[in-house]
Structures are given as structure tokens and as C-alpha cells.
């Protein structure tokens, strides 16, 4: 079915607008002044933290009241105040478990338009495209909790463009997505932005894949004030250097090279023997694996969205057995010589010797500031105070987070969470460290920081495995490569 086309997209203005969140001192966006017309399509730039988010959030009319924080100037969508407008609005979060609202695929997508009155005979056809559009190829009563992150943005995006709406936001829609889907998903949306005339706005730190597709790009600094605005191959060229420093992404940037070779005769500290990973009752998403992990290496773990990747990391991370095979630590790395499988080791043996960082960084947070988490595993592990309290200064600063010290970790912008996460586990040192997607959301400076942080770690013998889509990422660090190939089912995490 061809979708009916709509009216044209929305106009967008924003004349001194600012919003600074409850407890903040410091404000998110301040004074930004930004006029889009209908239907064009707008690459949104800026280093992590910049406030991109918050002005797709006070697009989208999802800032709340006077009590989540303080607004200044004006926004208007088609005159209007967004929240006023949110039947023409779309938007795909950072965070796509935050936009799976239904527990099978079908409903979630129909979600919006039953909420904004789609005539009922249009609703389910138009499911059905959208699902095919961003290629999510599963029955309609599919469990949305057996999703990998990946399919979950898919999906976050079929909801949105099924409502043909003026307005299209999007907060990094690709982050989660290997390099096939990344190119479905963009053309997907150029499709739906050429079907409709929507208007879309959309937040990358990378900026190739976007380029071709977008007539415009904002570039906003620090304090998110407009540093350039302009067509975009002209803009991203004439403004390369500055753009660089700022931490975003430019084709063919140069990539930082990370001089270390790890050690030919490292020891093994876990091994895995026809190991199936998966989740009861189901059947597995991997099967016949045998890994070692060693020690000072770095193991990138890559594959399709929905091939198991996040299963293969929480199960090597010892928080979810194996279905069949073994998993099992070697030598003096194992707690005793009778408890060598991860997942029956006690929490504080996991602490010291395999720590993970999950997909989604607030899942492990577990205290009101910044700091509190970063000292949350050495205070578990009765460390030093003051030794704890001059590393977490030192890994704050490093990461660029020590302004946000006082902050609560759920305030943070989408990159501030996941480098929070890298570093509440390393400062605790363990000899493993599992991380699922470590580079999500970082701009091109502390991208560069955690990637030498990681080497550095190896370098002093702890053993990484990243799940990745980050070709760079494998590009520049991986010693060993684990490519899982798609899995023969359709759920996967």
C-alpha cells in the first residue's frame, strides 16, 4: 500500500531559546536563535554534551514543566508550542528501550496512530510498510522484549515514520545499527521525508552517512550557540578544522593511530568450549563457540543486529549461563579450583575479576551524583577512600566529566552516560572487562579518550572484549575479532 501523502513538513523556529534542567547551574542550550523551513532536512552537529538532545527534546514538546527546569526565549512548531503540536511530531530517542511501550512489535508501531485517531482501515497497512521500510522483517505479534538494541531502533523508527509526520526527530537513530542497517534506516527516512515533505532534523556525531542526504548542517558549540550554518558539503569543508577540534566527525578525518602489540604468550583467563549462547526456553542464538580471552588482548565481538552479540557479552560476563558448552576461568584468574564457572561466582568475585558495562548505561546505575557512581565499586570492595577519590578525580577529568561530578547520572546526555559507565568499571581494575558498544554516542575527542584508556588497560594486562558496530573501533584496537553471523532466529539480544 502506498501511503497517503500528507501536507508538507512543519516550520520550525526557535528565536533566544534556552533550557537549563532542575538543579543544573549550568544551562543546557542557551540563547539559540534557529529558523528551518518545511520540508527541509537539517544534520544537527556538536561535541557530546552541546545540548543536541535537549533541543530535539523541547522540539518534540518533551522538556515538562517549570518544575523539571527553566525555559528562556521562544520555540514554536508551526507557530505553536511544540507540546501543542505532537500529532505532527516524531521523534526516535538516544535510548530506543525507552520507546518500546508495547510487548509485540505489531502494536508498538500501531501505538501513535491509534493515540492520534489514524482511521482504523489505514493503521495496519501502514504497520506493515513502515516495518518493511527500516527493515524489521518479523511476524506483527513478535515479543518485543526478545529484541536485540539494534531492532529496537528499527522499531522506535517504524512508530515514528508510520505517522507521517511533519516533523522528524532523530537522536543518533544509526548508533545501535550495523553498517547494513545504518544505510536502510537513513534511506528509510529519506523516503518517508520525500513521500510526506516532512521536515527532519537529525543529531549524528558521525557525519558520512548523513551528508548526502541532508540540504543543511548546524554546527553548535559548547554552550550550544551556533558556531556555523550552511549547506552541507561546503560548511563541513569549510569549517573542517574547527569541526575536528570540537570532536565531530568529518570524512576522512585523520584516525588516531594507538601504537602497542600485546604480548604473544598471554595467558588465557577464560575459555569457551562449544559453547550455545541464549535464553530458556528458546532455542540458541550461537552455538559451537570456542573463544579464549587473554590476558592484556582485546577482543572485538561484531556481527548483524540480531546475531547475539549482547547475549555472548553478558554470558562471557558471567550474568548468564550458558546453554550448553562451557564457559570457565583458568588458573589462579578462577576464585578457587572448584569454582571455575563465572556465572556461579559470588557478586564481590565478579567485582574483582569480570566486570561488564551494559548496552544501556543506566541499567547499572545505582546513586544520586557522578561521583557516588564512580566510587560505587571500590567502596563495595572496602578500597582506600582516599585513593579511590584521587582516581575517580583523574578518570573524570580524563573522560571529561568532572563538571558533571555533582550531577545525577540520569541527567546526563546519552555520550555522558556511557563514558559514566565505562568508568565505574574501570576504576575498579578487574581482570576482564565485557563493554557492549563502549563508543556509543561519543563525540571524535572522547571517542580517542576511551579508546586509549582501553589500550592503556591491556597494556597493563586487563583483557577486553567490546561488542561493536565501531569500524574504527575494531580498526584501531582489536587484537581478535569474534564475527558472529545472523542468528537462524528472529529474537536476539
Known sequence: MTPQRRPGGAQVTAQGWGWQHAGQHRWAVRDLDLSIEPGQRVLLLGPSGSGKSTILHG????LGSAEDGREAGCLRVDGARPAEQRSRIGMVLQDPDAQVILSRVGDDVAFGMENFRVPRADIWPRVRDALESVGLDLPLDHDTAHLSGGQKQRLALAGVLAMHPGLI?????????DPAGVAEVRDAVTAAADLTGATVVVVEH???????????VVVLGEDGDVLADGPPEQTVRRESARLV???????????PVVDRTPPADAEPLLRAADLSVGYRPGPPLQSGLDVDIRRGHITAVTGPNGSGKSTLALTLGGLL???????????????SPRSRQPVRWRA?????RITSVFQDPEHQFLTGTVRDE???GPKALKRSRDQTAALADALLDRLRLAHLADRSPFTLSGGEKRRLSVATVLITRPGVIVLDEPTF????????????????????????????????????LADHRIDLPLAAVGSAR
Open 321 to 335: 549461563p550458558p546453554l550448553a558448552g562451557t564457559l570457565e576461568a583458568l588458573g589462579a584468574f578462577a576464585p
Open 245 to 255: 577540534r570540537s570532536g565531530i566527525w568529518v570524512p576522512d578525518g585523520p584516525v
Open 441 to 476: 554516542g561519543q563525540d571524535r575527542r572522547t571517542w580517542e579518550e576511551l579508546i586509549h584508556l582501553l589500550a592503556e588497560l591491556a597494556d597493563d594486562g586487563t583483557a577486553v572484549v567490546a561488542v561493536t558496530h565501531d569500524a574504527e573501533f575494531v580498526d584501531v
Open 59 to 62: 522540539l518534540a514538546g518533551l
Open 348 to 352: 564481590k568475585d565478579l567485582l574483582t
Open 169 to 177: 526527530l532523530l537522536d543518533e537513530p544509526t548508533a545501535n545499527l
Open 374 to 376: 564512580i566510587m560505587l
Open 206 to 216: 558521525r557525519t558520512a552517512v548523513w551528508l548526502p542526504v541532508v540540504d543543511r
